[in-house]
């Protein structure tokens, strides 16, 4: 029978099909732990006296909660270190394998899976983060699981999990100049809105999604979960296996050869049936950013701030007001001309090796304008080693920002970088929630190259505001900016 | 967990859509490694706000909170499931609920009961004209009464029988080890595994440090 890839790579995971609307029980490949959702359930295998069934098949890093400043002196705030102290002992504990802050791979969880080549097609990972569906840029079914998900993991190995629906969305033709992958996703979400996706897994496809690197997929798949999907996946091809071959954890000889083969075999049949299909034209798309309070309140930047009175749906429009109340914007303002204080350049959407290369090649001989602070944050500390190995550091400092350690940062503002409150930001990260980067903090989602737009004009900006048609300074020209 | 076969309490009504998990507990609040006393936590940004639904005499001992459409979008976090029950909510009703949240509900034993946007605009109505009013939540026969409102509700079978039942996903699913077993027997040798660990060489991770003078917040005109 034909199959979707969800449908194909759900069937292979199945344990035991459940009777009588029991949903089925599926094996979990990879399960990935950070220090903020994993405490109480190692609390709870100790206190049922279970061990951790497949230390092989856990890994643990330090992410959300850690600083990004002075990372070799004792972390200040006591709750925060507690906190990580909790990861290390039941990591030991438990036999489970962790990066710590320090380490070349400690670093966001949906990088340090990639880039240790852990993450691979086909394979079932979970995480108590719902940005876990990062990973099904590889192909892979991943989404977010809450705690008591993730004892029931680290116990069993297994989920009992309920069968979802599948959403193909198709985006077609190709990307204009300095639109990114990141605007291809704010626009899907701004289509289908934050509950959209619920209950389904979305697959992309089309030749949009197959031009993107790994990267730029996974920055798709990763804000899934913002239009309200558990899960969303890429077919892998030539260029997933090019970023995986070679990498700590890839198969090699002949388990490469057999991996490849099985791996090519994980795409929707040509006959296939989708319960929903979305069809996008990436031509029609620019620069998008949000306005609101969450990822579907997004426009072009070349729009205004929506004006609530035309708003006919009631609960949408009593939302835009609270969004634009909150928010401090007026009603028909032009997006453009919305003053940030702070640029945050980071997080498991966009703060992986391209994503800082394309703003060095942005912000490169130029400086940021006087009034914003900017925030570069690597994904892990693999990914700021490979920076800093290409100078671009160097770049980002002469251009006047912030260069830190790695981790979520102020995407979700557990740690000390957090916005003030009324303090503004543009942000590459994937949630403008109300006081997610901080209390009372103003969030605008954007693509990291409108990010380096922005923090050189101080106003929400294009790559194109920067003087049409300019190449970048080291002469690279627009279209190659947007890989990412 | 414990049984769930009926509860009365006070409603409140949360006029508002979209309710992410980062309202219902904020970032901040998710550094403790307890599994109990996040209900300080609850909705806190909005807890300071005298006019906020919970700091109404009538409404603060709720515990069955009505709220709009795609409550629980957002973070995995299950501290708002833990920070809801804390407070001393049993249900939650609203007329769709982000997937995650949905299940990290039913492993807590709070019920997340699915209600269609117009009866749930006839249950404000009436908890927003008598605050304080009553209702009454029964799962055997999935039925939410409010006053002479009788609507039903949706909840998954399988959520149903394990909240009347008050059974525990892990021992559950533990009955079928030997399955699990057998699966393991059978997975191709190069699917990855973290251990042994394998590494590039291990290089020295610089600390960054302060740098600058942060710019000052609120000074420019029109923020």
């Given at each position: 029978m034909a199959g979707t890839l969800a449908e194909k790579v759900w069937d292979a995971h199945v344990v035991r099909r459940g009777a009588d609307g029991a949903p089925d029980l599926l094996y979990i490949d990879l399960h990935l732990v950070h220090e903020v959702t994993s405490p109480q359930a190692f609390e709870g295998l100790r206190l049922a006296g279970r061990p951790v069934r497949r230390p092989d098949l856990t890994l643990a890093t330090e992410d959300h909660n850690t600083p990004t400043l002075d990372i070799d002196r004792p972390i200040a705030d006591a709750t925060s270190r507690t906190q990580i102290d909790t990861l290390r002992n039941n990591a030991q504990e438990f036999g489970v394998r962790i990066h710590s802050?320090?380490?070349?791979?400690?670093?966001i969880v949906h990088q340090v899976g990639p880039q240790l080549g852990l993450t691979q097609p086909g394979l079932t990972v979970v995480c108590g983060d719902s940005h876990t569906s990062t990973h099904g840029a590889f192909g892979a079914l991943a989404f977010g699981i809450g705690t008591s998900e993730v004892e029931h993991v680290l116990a069993t190995q297994t989920l009992p999990l309920a069968p979802f629906k599948t959403m193909a969305i198709t985006v077609d033709g190709e990307l204009p100049p300095g639109a990114t992958s990141k605007d291809i996703i704010l626009a899907i979400i701004a289509k289908i809105g934050t509950g959209g996706g619920q209950g389904y897994v979305l697959e992309y496809r089309g030749e949009a999604i197959r031009a993107l690197s790994m990267e730029a997929r996974m920055t798709i798949c990763n804000m899934s979960i913002e239009a309200g999907a558990r899960a969303g996946m890429i077919a892998p091809d030539a260029t997933t296996f090019e970023y995986l071959k070679g990498r700590p954890h890839a198969p090699e000889g002949a388990d490469w050869d057999a991996a490849v083969e099985y791996w090519s075999t994980l795409r929707s049949d040509d006959d296939a049936e989708f319960d929903v299909e979305v069809v996008l034209e990436a031509a029609d798309l620019e620069p998008f950013v949000t306005w609101g309070t969450n990822p579907g309140q997004g426009l072009p930047l070349s729009a205004s701030v929506p004006v609530p009175e035309n708003i006919a749906d009631e609960n949408e429009r009593v939302a835009a007001e609270r969004a634009i109340e909150y928010m401090g914007l007026t009603p028909g303002q032009p997006l453009r001309e919305i003053h940030v204080d702070t640029v945050f350049i980071g997080s498991?959407?966009?703060?992986?090796i391209e994503d800082l290369r394309s703003v060095a090649k942005v912000v490169q001989g130029r400086k940021k304008a006087d009034d914003v602070r900017v925030l570069v944050v690597p994904a892990s500390a693999r990914v700021r080693l490979q920076a800093e190995a290409e100078g671009l550091d160097k770049i980002f400092l002469d251009f006047g920002a912030e260069w830190r350690n790695a981790g979520c940062s102020m995407c979700?503002?557990?740690?000390?970088?957090q916005l003030a409150p009324g303090e503004r930001s543009a942000s590459t990260s994937n949630r403008n929630f109300e006081g997610r980067q901080g209390k009372g903090g103003r969030t605008h989602l954007v693509s990291p190259l409108v990010a380096a737009a922005t923090a050189i004009r101080g106003t929400l900006s294009s790559y194109a505001d920067l003087g049409t048609g300019t190449p970048a300074p080291d002469g690279t020209p627009l279209a190659d900016l947007q890989t990412v | 967990m414990e049984k769930f076969t009926q509860h009365t309490g006070v409603g409140v009504p949360?006029?508002?859509?979209?309710?992410?998990t980062d309202q219902i507990i904020p970032a901040v609040y998710l550094k403790r490694v307890t599994r109990t006393g996040f209900e300080d936590a609850l909705f806190a940004a909005w807890r300071g706000d005298p006019a906020f639904i919970l700091n109404q005499d009538a409404y603060r001992s709720g515990s069955v909170l009505v709220a709009g459409p795609d409550f629980g979008t957002g973070s995995s976090r299950e501290h708002a499931v833990w920070a809801l029950k804390d407070y001393g909510f049993r249900v939650v009703i609203s007329a769709r609920f982000a997937d995650i949240f949905r299940g990290n509900s039913g492993k807590q034993g709070l019920l997340a009961a699915q209600v269609a946007q117009e009866d749930i605009e006839l249950i404000w109505k009436i908890l927003e004209t008598r605050p304080g009013t009553e209702v009454t939540v029964d799962l055997e026969s999935r039925t939410i009464t409010c006053d002479d409102v009788v609507v039903p509700f949706q909840v998954d079978d399988y959520t149903r029988w394990r909240l009347l039942e008050g059974l525990d996903d892990i021992g559950l699913t533990l009955q079928h080890a030997d399955e699990i077993s057998d699966f393991e027997a059978a997975r191709e040798s190069w699917r990855p595994a973290t251990l042994p660990a394998k590494h590039l060489p291990p290089v020295e991770i610089k600390a960054a440090r302060p740098v600058g003078v942060p710019v000052e917040i609120g000074t420019r005109p029109g923020l």
């Open positions: 802050l320090g380490d070349a791979d400690q670093g498991c959407t966009n703060g992986r979700l503002g557990m740690n000390p970088d | 949360l006029r508002r859509s979209n309710v992410d």
